[in-house]
T-cell receptor, first 114, second 112 residues
Framework: AQSVTQPDIHITVSEGASLELRCNYSYGATPYLFWYVQSPGQGLQLLLKYFSGDTLVQGIKGFEAEFKRSQSSFNLRKPSVHWSDAAEYFCAVVRSGGYNKLIFGAGTRLAVHP | DGGITQSPKYLFRKEGQNVTLSCEQNLNHDAMYWYRQDPGQGLRLIYYSQIVNDFQKGDIAEGYSVSREKKESFPLTVTSAQKNPTAFYLC???????????FGPGTRLLVL
């Protein structure tokens, strides 16, 4: 069965430091991959997505992610974190089948120290 | 402004009571979805609908019901059969079933 693993439950970084959030998926074919961000008590906002083509994708708020098929990974990166980036981040993959079922990872909660 | 609205923001349920969560979208999307979010578990799919008057069960449909009488609306009813309803409920929509899903702001359901 398809699954998404986000190995880090909590991450704390200092403002201005670089960030990498890990995401690994289990999927038999080329997946559609997504990163969403959620502020406390809010809905999910799409940061970026990968469907095909260039494996390095740019998103909103200065985020980027790289699809590595050989490692079954889709890690999210940002070169310099801002205090406003503190939130929970979810990686998701579209499951094969007749409809667009998103499989979510459990999320990584990011804290930013001033 | 185009988007997805959910109401109410907070909802309280008494024992044995059915409650209905509203989800409306003006994005002209065909597909709509309901997810449940519990701490540390990510999001789990309750129901989805690809077109009007049609909907399918997701992974955790027991204790929930939905309807899709209009393209814009996809209300979720949490029935008394759902024994652990306390959670954050998120509605989403997409243009087609293979397209990106966009999420509403959520409804937090609490049991009195």
């Amino acid at each position: 069965a398809q699954s998404v693993t986000q190995p880090d439950i909590h991450i704390t970084v200092s403002e201005g430091a670089s960030l990498e959030l890990r995401c690994n998926y289990s999927y038999g074919a080329t997946p559609y991959l997504f990163w969403y961000v959620q502020s406390p008590g809010q809905g999910l906002q799409l940061l970026l997505k990968y469907f095909s083509g260039d494996t390095l994708v740019q998103g909103i708020k200065g985020f980027e992610a790289e699809f590595k098929r050989s490692q079954s990974s889709f890690n999210l990166r940002k070169p310099s974190v801002h205090w406003s980036d503190a939130a929970e981040y979810f990686c998701a993959v579209v499951r094969s089948g007749g409809y667009n079922k998103l499989i979510f990872g459990a999320g990584t909660r990011l804290a930013v120290h001033p | 402004d185009g988007g997805i609205t959910q109401s109410p923001k907070y909802l309280f349920r008494k024992e044995g009571q059915n409650v209905t969560l509203s989800c409306e979208q003006n994005l002209n999307h065909d597909a709509m979805y309901w997810y449940r979010q519990d701490p540390g578990q990510g999001l789990r799919l309750i129901y989805y609908s690809q077109i009007v008057n049609d909907f399918q069960k997701g992974d955790i449909a027991e204790g929930y019901s939905v309807s899709r009488e209009k393209k814009e609306s996809f209300p979720l009813t949490v029935t008394s059969a759902q024994k652990n309803p306390t959670a954050f409920y998120l509605c989403a929509s997409s243009l087609l079933t293979k397209e990106t899903q966009y999420f509403g702001p959520g409804t937090r359901l609490l049991v009195l």
